[in-house]
């Protein structure tokens, strides 16, 4: 809630000391300025979170993220929930106010808990009929991502390329999920996902701020599965905590033979070859779940379907607003089709077996195969 000045009340005696905010404090301070200064003037700097988890029977995807751009004063997060097919996602806007400490953003309420070890992420009644409490519970040791920086690639030449770092994981979730006035409880087993990221560009703003270059909305696509010795997230592997492998390890390119829907072009199966730095080699099964995707663009991904809203893109007044969606119907489909993390049944090839993501941005994979590129051919 805001006064008329557009400020959160609760923060009016923050405001008044700008650029000072709570955070400041803490004893944590890592350059002369106070925290909710930016280390860099460019637009397009975020912090940003992101969490896909399911219950173990397969039913229930619920992907949300949030993202913070404190040079532009605003603040983004989204919620999605698919229970069998019914797909419904939540989006709210606000500006960031006196208070980076703040996570609230309209009904999309998450909370640290423990950092590095427990988050809650609360989702309140709302207008698409969803809501959700689930604690995660990090499982996986999280290894910091080097600051990444893509500077071949910068537009105008001679601007710095943009850079990203953070951390990612794996963890047991528990709580409930609520749809239509149905609360189900989530099954022992159930499991997610999440990371943190910051730095500057991923998409942010849209076209309008991709300064000539290309628009991100991820890369290849990723995996996202957790065995019990060994997870996979992306280009590394992941261990449980107490594991005597130390750090992490890297996974290399994999090679992949992808199925589709032939009516959407939408990703159905896949049998992937992976080699890690440790000379091990790993195969593994894909067979998605019925239809239980997250579909991205409801989380601004490449836009939202129908208003075409960015991450970062929104600059208008505090605003709530989503739809819900029937995923089992191929027209829906190809209308969400963007940066999709598919539910999956994922079988190793020394017969382990789980649930796990596989996420695709269609139908650029199936073009991607169709190309011939290198890596990529149909199973």
């Not at 988890?53 to 229930?60: L, N, P, Q, V």
């Not at 537009?155 to 990612?168: A, K, M, N, Y």
């Not at 208008?316 to 119907?329: A, H, N, Q, R, S």
């Not at 596989?358 to 011939?372: K, N």
């Amino acid at each position: 809630m805001t006064d008329d000045h557009g400020l959160f009340v609760d923060d009016e005696h923050f405001a008044e000391q700008f650029p000072l905010t709570p955070m400041d404090d803490y004893m944590i301070h890592q350059t002369p300025d106070p925290v909710r200064v930016m280390w860099t003037g460019d637009p397009r700097a975020y912090e940003r979170f992101w969490m896909v988890s399911h219950d173990s029977t397969g039913d229930i995807v619920v992907a949300t993220g949030a993202s913070f751009y404190p040079n532009l004063d605003r603040a983004e997060a989204y919620a999605i929930v698919n229970v069998r097919g019914r797909h419904s996602a939540v989006r709210s806007f606000r500006s960031i106010g006196a208070d980076r400490a703040d996570l609230r953003i309209g009904p999309i309420v998450p909370q640290i808990v423990r950092g590095l070890r427990e988050w809650r992420y609360v989702l309140e009644p709302n207008e698409q009929g969803i809501a959700y409490d689930i604690t995660f519970t990090d499982t996986t040791r999280q290894v910091f991502r080097e600051p990444l920086s893509n500077s071949t690639s910068g537009s105008p030449r001679g601007r710095r390329g943009d850079v990203t770092s953070g951390f990612e994981g794996f963890g047991t979730v528990s709580g409930w999920v609520e749809v239509d006035g149905e609360r189900i409880e989530l099954s022992p087993g159930s499991v997610g996902t999440r990371d943190r990221h910051w730095g500057t560009g991923r998409g942010v703003g849209g076209p309008a701020l991709s300064l000539g270059g290309r628009l991100h909305v991820g890369t290849n696509g990723n995996a996202f599965v957790a065995f019990d010795d060994w997870t996979i997230w992306g280009d590394r592997l992941y261990y449980p905590f107490g594991d005597q492998k130390k750090g992490c390890a890297k996974v290399f390119k994999p090679t992949r033979r992808l199925r589709f829907e032939p009516d959407t072009q939408v990703f159905a199966e896949a049998i992937v070859d992976y080699e890690f730095d440790t000379g091990e080699k790993a195969q593994l099964h894909y067979e998605k779940i019925g239809q239980q995707t997250a579909f991205l663009r409801c989380g601004m991904y490449g836009g939202t379907p129908g208003g075409d809203i960015h991450q970062g893109g929104y600059d208008g007044p505090d605003m709530t607003e989503g739809e819900t969606l029937d995923v089992t119907l191929p027209r829906t489909r190809i209308g969400v089709r963007g940066l999709d993390e598919h539910l999956c049944r994922v079988t190793r090839d020394d017969g382990a077996s789980t649930l796990g993501i596989y996420q695709t941005i269609d139908p650029v994979a199936f073009e991607a195969c169709t190309s011939g590129r290198k890596g990529w051919d149909f199973l």
